[in-house]
């Protein structure tokens, strides 16, 4: 299958600062990526969905100006997180799309913040 | 709304066995189908593609689709302890893909 990485695996910062996440396609150019959040035991939340050259497209109850998500070229997608709070300490997932719709996730990120 | 459902068990199958997990969805003009497996503090990995009614082997898995009846299933045969693990069904339609919440497999030695 298509191979998806991210960086940082795990982080941990103060609150109040800032967070970026890097998602990239590594064999395979996606237009479209997504970003996801999952707290433990949890289902997998979708939080947006991220188009190459475009705004992303944000989930109800998801606030856009604390999650930015950049979309810069068809195999790099970024997530930051602004001003970070305890309650954002969870783990992000992205995946990227494929031409027949398969989606393939990234190891994920596990975001604590202090 | 569209709705992906799974019974989040856990389906405990002794080693050897053949475990089933089934999954139902609401929109019948879904296009496609995967399953994927996510460890405890994984990320989900994708096993399974089906985009056709009938089956679809892949070593020990197979995909089974049916459209008419709205489900799809993945067998596992010759269950491992390996294979316990949470299990999504994914439904596409029109390049979005709704999640059902996983059904988690235990496989006991």
């Known amino acids: 299958g298509a191979v998806v990485s991210q960086h940082p695996s795990r982080v941990i910062c103060k609150s109040g600062t800032s967070v970026k996440i890097e998602c990239r396609s590594l064999?395979?150019?996606?237009?479209?990526m997504f970003w996801y959040r999952q707290f433990p035991k949890q289902s997998l939340m979708l939080m947006a969905t991220?188009?190459?050259?475009?705004?992303?497209?944000?989930e109800q109850g998801v606030e856009k100006d604390k999650f930015l998500i950049n979309h810069a070229s068809l195999t790099l997608s970024t997530l930051t997180v602004t001003s970070a709070h305890p309650e954002d300490s969870s783990f992000y997932i992205c995946?990227?799309?494929?031409?027949?719709?398969?989606?393939?996730f990234g190891p994920g990120t596990r975001l604590t913040v202090l | 709304q569209k709705e992906v459902e799974q019974n989040s068990g856990p389906l405990s199958v002794p080693e050897g066995a053949i475990a089933s997990l089934n999954c139902t969805y609401s929109?019948?003009?879904?296009?496609?189908f995967f399953w994927y497996r996510q460890y405890s503090g994984k990320s989900p990995e994708l096993i399974m593609s089906?985009?056709?009614?009938g089956d679809k082997e892949d070593g020990r898995f197979t995909a089974q689709l049916n459209k008419a009846s709205q489900y799809v299933s993945l067998l596992i045969r010759d269950s491992q302890p390996s294979d316990s693990a949470t299990y999504l069904c994914?439904?596409?339609?029109?390049?979005?893909?709704?999640f059902g919440k996983g059904t988690m497999l235990l496989v006991s030695p």
């Open positions: 995946s990227a799309r494929t031409y027949r719709d398969e989606q393939f």
């Open positions: 064999d395979f150019q996606a237009t479209t």
């Open positions: 991220s188009n190459e050259g475009s705004k992303a497209t944000y």
């Open positions: 929109d019948r003009g879904s296009q496609s």
């Open positions: 089906i985009y056709s009614n």
């Open positions: 994914a439904v596409n339609k029109d390049s979005t893909l709704t």
